[in-house]
């Protein structure tokens, strides 16, 4: 067999730029670069998103802060993350519309896992278009209900307790006019 030859930056540079999904290159939650699908999903240009952190991407600073410290010892664990969540476009006729987002991330140094990764956006809002108005934390909980988590598995993740999730999944029934979590979790799919 003969060896690989050595790899084509061009056909790299290419493959990232055409992927079907957004794609961010990112050092210590700082966007450095970033595809076309990108700035088309979040309603802005390249040069708006490089250069400023990811922060401008969530609904909230504090949902910014929360999720960063959330993911950070599941990167340090394993160098990878994956989750839905809703984000926040910045631009365009649909700017500061929110969205689910499908959100997967790679840690390269699982040891510092913020100071650099790849991390791919993909929208999800056709099939689980946003219905509600929800505060940061009932979107949070409103993710982890629709995993199948039990309110301990969600109130661990979160770092609160059992019986706080429980009261935003009944805020979440009420709002939804869901009359089981079986009937809140359809409807959140739904919407």
């Given at each position: 067999m003969?060896?690989?030859?050595?790899?084509?930056?061009?056909?790299?540079?290419?493959?990232?730029e055409l992927a079907p999904v957004g794609l961010a290159l990112s050092r210590h939650r700082i966007?450095?670069?970033?595809?076309?699908?990108?700035?088309?999903?979040?309603?802005?240009?390249?040069?708006?998103?490089?250069?400023?952190?990811?922060?401008i991407l969530y609904p909230s600073a504090d949902e910014f802060e929360r999720i960063g410290e959330r993911i950070a010892p599941i990167l340090n664990a394993h160098g990878h993350y994956s989750d839905e969540r809703i984000m926040r476009r910045v631009g365009g006729r649909l700017a500061g519309q929110t969205f689910w987002c499908?959100?997967?991330?790679?840690?390269?140094?699982?040891?510092d896992p913020h100071a650099a990764g790849i991390w791919s956006f993909e929208d999800v809002s056709a099939r689980r278009p946003v219905t509600a108005a929800l505060t940061?934390?009932?979107?949070?909980?409103?993710?982890?209900?629709?995993?199948?988590?039990?309110?301990?598995?969600?109130?661990?993740?979160l770092g609160i307790s059992p019986r706080t999730v429980e009261i935003y999944r009944a805020r979440l029934m009420r709002k939804f006019h869901a009359a089981s979590t079986v009937e809140l979790v359809q409807k959140l799919l739904l919407g």
């Open positions: 003969s060896p690989l030859p050595p790899p084509d930056t061009d056909a790299y540079r290419l493959a990232f966007m450095v670069d970033c595809n076309q699908a990108m700035c088309e999903m979040f309603g802005a240009s390249r040069e708006e998103l490089v250069g400023q952190s990811f922060r499908h959100v997967s991330g790679r840690a390269l140094d699982r040891t940061a934390r009932e979107r949070e909980v409103a993710a982890l209900v629709m995993k199948g988590l039990t309110a301990k598995q969600a109130a661990k993740a």
